[in-house]
């Protein structure tokens, strides 16, 4: 049996560095669940509705990691990842698409055509 080694006061170890994530999705529902996922493993998440959010963030604070939906209106995931590297962010970039923007199997083009 493995024993999770001590943490905290009085302890030789120190506590893991809490990540600060910046979460980007138009859809606030989804938004909502994705978030309290996040703060149940431990992140510091900061949320925002849309690009022009997201950067008016970025512009106040470094973020370690930002989890962005690729479909927005107004400015893309990636054309928001763009404007974050040309600002210098250094924080790691996931672009996420929702389930319910993919295509249903029915729909999508056999791999011969």
Not at 21 to 36: E, K, N, Q, S
């Amino acid at each position: 049996m493995a024993i999770a080694p001590k943490t905290g006061k009085g302890s030789m170890l120190a506590e893991p560095k809490k990540i600060d994530l910046l979460l980007v999705d138009d859809d606030a529902g989804f938004r909502d669940m994705v978030a309290r996922r996040f703060l149940r493993s431990g992140y510091r998440v900061h949320e925002a509705a849309d690009a022009v959010e997201a950067l008016e963030l970025t512009a106040r604070r470094q973020f370690d990691v930002a989890v962005v939906d690729l479909r927005m209106p107004g400015l893309s995931g990636v054309e928001l990842l763009d404007k974050l590297k040309a600002a210098g962010a250094e924080c790691e970039v996931a672009l996420a698409e929702p389930p319910h923007y993919r295509q249903p199997s029915w729909q999508r083009r056999p791999a011969c055509c």
